[in-house]
């Protein structure tokens, strides 16, 4: 156990200690995002009865925010220890691939609870947006970074240069979660681009963390949960082996 | 007594390339073992297969008896790497690695033996700074450092005095002698022969993938026959018969290589002869140098026909 929790605590220490770029940078440009969509898009458009768009498009943007920094902490910490060279000392220690694993996604996840956290905090002060329901926010916003997590850490071990791990970052999963009902309810789009939307992993993961604050969602957040939970062991089976079979880090 | 490490018939391919062709290779407890072979020979394969970095394509290593695959966690603990490359994480102090490198090993409450490291190495003042701001000689110290802080009993050095100055080479040499004697095993690979001479006890010669020599030092010395004569003489000519023996020509002195030692005789019969006068005269004795070059030279690698050790 002192193994995983000291790779767990190196990987946290590792963000933390530029904590200005990797939780404060990120908030700025997620609370930017925030006053230009409501400025631009308050006047036309509204989501649920009674729910200004600025205030439906904040959960959207915090999970938004949640899953992107947990897939930059997981890759972008396993790239850089694989390109400077210093992977060699976890490869040598007598962790296993499962602690390996776990040390990593939860690092990933407490990055991106810390960012979601930190965004809700300051839109606080602004809107009125309260939870309904913490479970459902919480367990989404969980499960959610976690699948993102386990998804940098395939980016990260796969990607043998940066701009191949950028790639993975903006034809994968910038599209997923800009095309995931982030800025709408997909209720608003054409039938063919609604249906397409259900195949996003991501959808479901924004949808119930949003029901968690209006308690109004597009698709039930039990079917949301059982979809994202399925997407997240899927994605951690095949990290597992990713790591176990020491694919590109143990050659 | 268990081997420190036990290679057998490891094989390793990278795709058409045979790195490694059917090594055997057992390093006994407490050895000062050397891995020598020029560049490219499987050396860094070799260690990175028995440190768990690279799997083998067939074959097994055991390190104090563990499979360092099927007992991976207890193999790892039993040893401590030196990698070749000065790697090091840019976020951290040196004291900060060794602490997150002990925990990795499961060590909690291990700065008695951090400190003592840190001291043995010349490290205190270094202690606080981050890794990145460290000169490449402290940055190698560091990850000797880093390879003893669980205590291995099995310490392996892939090259740790490329690049490094005069002072700190005497001072790690030091150092790991002391661990020697302490009971740790020590292996190393070196492009410097003489070190090799100077430390170990054993070595194994690679090459292109295959072990082609492996015995004592002192054996493998006395395994080359014969002797250098080096000569200066008054007049300064060599008597013709001499000449086919030389084999170099120094300013002022003559080399010859005799094949075994009772060419000594025929050497002085002839110089009497022509009546040269002896001003000097040394016979030098092969060192592993020489002997390395001849058997790197000699060697004549067949595929998976591994000299049988």
């Known amino acids: 156990m002192t193994g995983f929790l000291t790779l767990l605590h190196k990987e946290l220490l590792r963000f933390w200690k530029v904590g200005f770029q990797t939780v404060f940078a990120p908030m700025v440009s997620t609370l930017l995002y925030l006053m230009i969509f409501s400025h631009v898009l308050e006047e036309h458009v509204e989501a649920y009865p009674g729910v200004t768009y600025t205030v439906f498009l904040i959960p959207g943007l915090i999970m938004m925010a949640m899953l992107q920094n947990a897939f930059a902490n997981s890759s972008s910490s396993l790239i850089q220890s694989k390109i400077t060279g210093n992977l060699v000392f976890v490869l040598l220690s007598p962790l296993s691939y499962q602690e390996i694993f776990f040390a990593y996604v939860l690092a990933s996840v407490v990055r991106g609870l810390a960012v979601g956290l930190g965004v809700y905090l300051v839109t606080l002060g602004f809107f009125d947006l309260s939870v309904t329901s913490l479970p459902w926010v919480f367990l989404f916003a969980l499960i959610g970074s976690a699948l993102l997590g386990a998804l ?27 095309l995931s009902g982030v800025f709408y309810t997909i209720h608003s789009l054409p039938p063919f681009w609604q249906g397409l939307s259900h195949l996003n992993p991501f959808f479901y993961v924004i949808d119930g963390f949003r029901y968690g ?39 | 007594m268990t081997p420190a490490i036990e290679v057998k018939q490891m094989h390793k391919r990278f795709g058409r390339l045979h790195a490694l062709a059917g090594v055997d290779l057992e390093i006994r407890t407490g050895e000062f073992f050397a891995l020598l072979g020029p560049n490219g020979a499987g050396k860094t394969t070799l260690i990175n297969i028995i440190a768990g970095l690279t799997r083998a394509t067939s074959g097994s290593v055991r390190v104090m008896g563990y499979d360092v695959v099927a007992d991976y966690r207890d193999a790892r603990r039993m040893l401590g790497v030196v990698p070749q490359e000065l790697v090091y994480d840019p976020f951290f102090t040196v004291r900060e690695t060794l602490l997150i490198q002990s925990g990795y090993y499961g060590l909690k409450n291990n700065e008695a033996w951090i400190d003592e490291i840190i001291h043995h190495l010349d490290l205190a003042d270094k202690a606080g700074v981050n890794m990145r701001a460290l000169s490449g000689g402290m940055k190698r110290r560091v990850l000797v450092a880093q390879a003893l802080v669980h205590k291995p009993p099995v310490i392996v050095l892939d090259e740790p005095t490329a690049g490094v100055d005069v002072e700190l080479r005497q001072g790690l040499w030091r150092f790991v002698r002391q661990l020697n004697r302490d009971g740790h095993t020590i292996v190393l690979t070196t492009h410097y022969l003489d070190e090799a001479e100077a430390l170990c006890s054993r070595v194994a010669m690679l090459k292109q993938g295959n072990i082609v020599a492996l015995d004592t030092i002192s054996n493998l010395v006395n395994s080359v026959p014969g002797c250098a004569v080096r000569l200066r003489l008054s007049p300064d000519t060599l008597p013709s018969a001499l000449r086919p023996l030389m084999s170099t020509r120094e300013e002022g002195y003559y080399i010859l290589t005799l094949a075994e030692y009772s060419q000594l005789e025929h050497v002085m019969a002839a110089l009497r002869e022509a009546a040269s006068q002896v001003l000097e005269m040394q016979v030098l004795q092969p060192d592993l140098e020489e002997v390395f070059v001849k058997i790197m030279g000699d060697a004549e690698i067949t595929e998976s026909a591994a000299v049988p050790t």
């Open chain 1, 152 to 178: 940098g850490i395939i980016a990260g071990i796969w990607a043998e240069k940066f701009d191949q791990l950028a790639a993975f970052q903006n034809f994968v999963i910038l599209p997923l979660t800009f």
């Open chain 1, 213 to 251: 604050f209006f308690n109004a969602s597009d698709i039930s957040p039990y079917v949301s949960l059982g979809i994202v939970a399925m997407c997240f062991l899927a994605v951690s089976w095949l990290t597992l082996q990713m790591l176990k079979a020491g694919y590109k880090i143990r050659h």
